[in-house]
């Protein structure tokens, strides 16, 4: 596998460890407000191989737990499995980001034992997933992997990127109901940066008393809802 980029320290994106990040290349989603565009369209000039990420790792047993990997989706990608027994082997914890459209990928490494946390990004009600991503979706596909996470022995949280034009408050109130049950789930609020659509550098995410009613909200739902 070649990667599109390396994050060589995170605190914040495995949680409560010291890791570092790597992004798969590829996408099987355009979802507008993406802040990786050069990883979906391809056009990273950026490429990391397998080896230089091993050899990095080489020098920071003891420094880093873990490993993140990202995209892109890293699940388009049959040789991800191998990629996460070789971390693992190196004694590194293994987290992977996904969006849930491969739900045998996501059982075999949890059956595995090549995964320790799971974050599955929840786009928006299942039922307007395909209008969301701009690209057709097996929502069943969806659905088997949520509840793949929410019976599993693995660490996982749920996580929805918030932009207001796109999910109001009974979007994200349904995604609580299909989700409901489950022990963690983020709202990530929406930066206008670097995005795949530039139309949406005018777009906003709630306010911070609106995440916040949208947590009380929540707490209906699931065991804890943070605010990221």
Same mark, same amino acid.
């Given at each position: 596998?070649?990667?599109?980029?390396i994050?060589k320290?995170?605190?914040?994106?495995?949680?409560?460890k010291? !890791?570092?990040?790597?992004?798969t290349?590829?996408?099987n989603?355009?979802c507008?407000?993406c $802040?990786n565009?050069?990883l979906i #369209?391809?056009t990273?000039d950026?490429?990391?191989?397998?080896?230089?990420l091993?050899?990095?790792? %080489?020098? =920071?047993?003891?420094m880093l737990?873990?490993?993140?990997?990202?995209g892109?989706?890293?699940t388009? $990608? #049959?040789?991800?499995p191998?990629?996460?027994?070789?971390i693992?082997d190196?004694?590194?914890?293994?987290k992977?980001?996904?969006n849930g459209?491969?739900?045998?990928m996501? =059982?075999d490494? &949890?059956? +595995? %034992?090549?995964? +320790?946390?799971?974050a599955m990004?929840?786009?928006?009600?299942?039922?307007?997933y395909?209008a969301?991503?701009?690209r057709?979706v #097996?929502a #069943?596909?969806? =659905?088997?992997? &949520?509840?793949l996470l929410m $019976?599993?022995?693995? +660490?996982?949280e749920f996580r929805t990127?918030?932009? %207001?034009?796109?999910?109001?408050?009974e $979007?994200i109130?349904?995604?609580g109901?299909?989700i409901q049950? !489950?022990?963690?789930?983020?709202l990530?609020?929406f930066?206008?940066?670097k995005?795949?659509?530039?139309q949406f %550098?005018n777009?906003?995410s709630?306010?911070?008393?609106?995440?916040?009613?949208?947590?009380?909200?929540?707490?209906?739902y699931?065991?804890?809802?943070l605010i990221r």
């Open positions: 596998m070649v990667f599109g980029g994050e320290f995170t605190l914040i994106d495995y949680p409560g010291i !890791a570092c990040m790597v992004y290349i590829g996408c989603f355009r507008p407000y $802040h565009p050069e #369209d391809e990273t950026v490429h990391i191989s397998e080896r230089e091993y050899d990095f790792l %080489k020098y =920071r047993k003891g737990d873990g490993v993140v990997i990202t892109g989706e890293p388009m $990608h #049959d040789d991800l191998r990629v996460m027994r070789e693992k190196r004694g590194f914890l293994v992977l980001d996904s459209t491969n739900p045998v996501l =059982r490494a &949890i059956r +595995d %034992k090549i995964v +320790d946390y799971i990004d929840i786009k928006s009600p299942l039922s307007k395909g969301t991503v701009a057709p #097996d #069943d596909a969806i =659905r088997e992997s &949520i509840d $019976h599993s022995p693995v +660490d996982y990127t918030v932009v %207001k034009s796109m999910l109001t408050p $979007h109130e349904q995604i109901r299909e049950g !489950a022990k963690t789930y983020v990530q609020k930066i206008p940066t995005i795949l659509n530039p %550098k777009k906003v709630y306010s911070d008393q609106e995440f916040k009613q949208l947590q009380k909200m929540l707490s209906a699931v065991e804890k809802c």
